[in-house]
């Protein structure tokens, strides 16, 4: 899988509880020719090296970028049907078992991806599949009731805001049920740092500042960070 200007990854990261294994699936998609590939890095350490695996799935679904989520051993992510180049269709959701490594179809209800509901992000809410969406005036969010007859349960409120600005987008929702956004993803480093939480059951609104964050002077003229929002994470001792 090395790099090139027309190839890009979209990976996903999965843990499979059963065989205590954690697997990064990667789909390798070249814009020129039009293909797909699989690939997977299981993450032991007699294994240091990616094998492609045979999707079966259609070549022509293709991720459309966002993060996915793992819930139980079953990555969740959407794609998108692709025409031709640079024109794409349908959108549906997929699934990747980890252990079997094999895709599923995901049964979604098709209000989901009605075009009114924009900014969709994907969450594990305390053990199930949820889907996370807005427009102008509301908050959408789905959640996958029963994973084996893929029933989905649905609530809708008015859009959330908060003090300078309102949840259009999403960094994702914690296991206590609280909406989360980073202020901003690109920021200068000399500018605090927020991360703000909205508890739909509660009403309540909360911002907490990311201490370290901020730095005294700049190292060059534009320095700007990217952020990437990543709630409970815990640290692995295993490869200590």
Not at 17 to 26: D, F, G, I, P
Not at 88 to 94: A, C, N, P, Q, S
């Amino acid at each position: 899988m090395a790099p090139s200007p027309k190839r890009h990854k979209n990976c996903y990261f999965g843990y499979d509880h059963v065989m205590n294994e954690y697997k990064v699936l990667a789909m390798v998609i070249d814009s020129q020719e039009l293909t797909q590939t699989f690939h997977i890095f299981t993450l032991v350490k007699d294994c240091q090296q990616w094998r492609t695996i045979r999707g079966n799935i259609d070549e022509e679904l293709i991720p459309n970028g966002q993060a996915g989520v793992c819930i139980d051993g079953t990555i969740y992510y959407v794609a998108v049907g692709r025409k031709e180049m640079f024109n794409y269709g349908e959108t549906i959701m997929l699934s990747f078992d980890v252990r079997s490594e094999i895709f599923y179809h995901v049964r979604t209800p098709e209000a989901l991806w009605s075009p009114k509901w924009n900014d969709r992000a994907l969450f594990n809410h305390q053990g199930k599949l949820g889907c996370i969406s807005n427009n102008e005036n509301n908050t959408s969010v789905w959640i996958m009731e029963n994973a084996e007859k893929q029933e989905w349960s649905n609530i809708t409120f008015d859009l959330l805001e908060y003090p300078g600005g309102d949840f259009r987008t999403f960094s994702g929702i914690t296991p206590a049920g609280e909406i989360f956004i980073v202020q901003s993803m690109c920021y200068t480093c000399i500018m605090p740092l927020y991360v703000h939480y909205y508890n739909v059951k509660q009403k309540s609104y909360r911002r907490v500042e990311i201490e370290g964050a901020r730095l005294k002077t700049r190292k060059q003229p534009r320095d700007i960070i990217r952020v990437f929002a990543i709630h409970d994470f815990v640290e692995n001792t295993m490869w200590l």
